[in-house]
């Protein structure tokens, strides 16, 4: 009889969590959007879609000048195959770099953008071996793109998780490390797509990609589905973690924020 009455609490305790959940739905929804976020572009450069005839002037020009910038490196490309052999040892290196900002001027997602940014992190050491004086701002700038291209290479990870569970588990609500991931992540992302969509001005907005709005988008149901996802059996475990977690976030933003203005 004792041990009957002590196990039905632990039983509708973990009752809330083996239903349906909408909000574990809506966490899915949002991770997939994560996904698409990360294929598709970041901005679109269409002066037709610009609010005034300055705005399309300046996009022209800044189009000219991306085109003017493919095909150079395109060139370059090309006549490296007659060039002296230090000439086409460097082409070598650097040539499978070029072709990925040609990849990110073509279409400009942040997977391409993270491509490029693991190109750069592993050049970034020949500046050094050119200039040894430059080695300590070339240490801080490789830091910065590590994070970023940790952060960006979990874009997909993280959208993927809430979506694939959800599918194999009939959308019931998740358990405590999945939803501090799924929350922590939604709040990073959503606050990258937030500051772009608030800091730019009115008038650029139409040039915004759908990455942007996705990121915005997929980031604030993930955060939701953290915040109103949790059970009776697991809420205050994972607001515990949710308040640890961003005590240390807030420690490593201001470190990269103190090393950011060094490796510029």
């Known amino acids: 009889m004792t041990a009957r009455s002590e196990a039905a609490p632990t039983r509708e305790a973990r009752g809330d969590e083996d239903r349906f959940s909408v909000v574990t739905l809506l966490g899915a929804v949002g991770g997939l959007c994560l996904v698409f976020a990360f294929l598709t572009p970041l901005f679109v450069i269409d002066p037709a879609r610009a609010e005034s005839e300055e705005a399309a002037a300046m996009l022209r020009g800044y189009q000219r000048q991306l085109d003017e910038l493919r095909r150079q490196i ?4 090309g006549g490296a195959a007659g060039a002296p052999p230090a000439a086409m040892a460097v ?5 499978p770099a070029a ?3 040609v990849d990110f001027i073509g279409s400009p997602s942040p997977y ?15 500046v050094v071996s050119l200039r040894p004086e430059e ?3 070339v240490a801080a700038a490789r830091g910065f793109l590590k994070a ?8 997909p990870a993280v959208g993927l998780y809430p979506a694939v569970r959800g599918l194999l588990r009939g959308f019931r609500k998740q358990g405590v490390a999945g939803l501090a991931l799924t929350y922590l992540s939604g709040v990073v992302y959503f606050g990258l797509g937030a500051v772009f969509i608030v800091g730019l001005p009115e008038a650029a907005l139409p040039q915004l990609g759908p990455a942007i709005w996705l990121l915005a988008l997929g980031g604030g149901l993930a955060a939701v589905n953290g915040i109103f996802g949790v059970s009776r059996r697991t809420w205050w475990k994972a607001y515990t973690i949710y308040a640890l977690a961003f005590a240390l976030l807030l420690v490593v933003a201001d470190r990269l924020a103190a090393r950011l203005p060094s490796a510029l």
């Open 91 to 95: 082409a070598a290196m650097v040539g």
């Open 135 to 137: 080695a300590e701002r």
């Open 148 to 155: 970023f291209i940790g952060l960006m290479a979990l874009l």
């Open 99 to 101: 072709d990925r900002v």
């Open 74 to 77: 395109e060139g370059a490309r």
């Open 112 to 126: 391409n953008l993270t491509r490029v940014a693991i190109d750069a992190h592993g050049l970034l050491p020949l």
